[in-house]
């Protein structure tokens, strides 16, 4: 299937940007984000080459600045840690929680998750100070971990001032879905209970059900790929004047994200940040 964009990653700003970068090596939130510019005056210089690089663009191209947030650890990490990834894609994501942990449907962050979250929170109030751009639109996916990791890096009155733009609740933005538990979503209502407006909305059309979630079939990894697909077609299309983007989500989202960007797969920690600076151009 052919498609009207075409998306790379521009490298030479973040350390993760090299396709050789090793994200466990790396860690998941490394000093200024990843920043390779290490002067005073880095983040101003890097503002500076992002909007030039979108003065120079080419009719129909255009670059945007993406942070690539992975939600902070959740029980379902912990079980998976616990059993192992092969008898935890086998056996265990179908089951619901054993005797000590309840990991499914849509389980919660850990104590360390809350923790890591925290620390993503810290990381954006250090480098405000040097002028790290502040994100202008923020995106999430509708499970809780993400929500609540978002609401514990952002919504705390330090980093946004009032008036700030609303987080979006995007369905495409959820994890891989089917057969494992921890990927089943909650009912909108709740979820508008437990994030309400304002602060937190929903996309056009976001059903009160899940209904996507199949306990027999896993989604395909091109499946997930071309969700993000759609969600980078999305902002470029919708959101043209904005530049800095932040989407708090999941490893296999984030991953197809980079799919669709042509870049192998990178290992981002739990909690982890993923800054890269993406074009997009006509195919």
Known sequence: MTHSRFYTIVQGFFLQDDPEADGMAIGGIPERFGLIDRSPECWKNFRARVNELNKQAEEGTAYKVFFLSRHGQGWHNVAEAKYGREAWDEIFSKQFGDDEITWGPDPLLTPLGIAQAHAARTAWLA??????????????????????????????????????????IIENLREEYGEHTCDMRSQRSQIAEEYPPPLYTFEDGFAEKDLVWDPLVRESKEHVRGRALNVLDRIFKDDGDVTYITITAHSGIINAFLAAMNRDRYELPTGGILPLVVKCSPA
């Open 127 to 168: 480098e405000l100070p040097n002028g790290i751009p502040l994100p202008q639109l923020f995106y999430c996916s509708p499970l809780k971990r993400a929500l609540d990791t978002w609401r514990i890096t952002f919504d705390d009155g330090k980093i946004l001032p009032a008036g700030y733009p609303n987080v979006l």
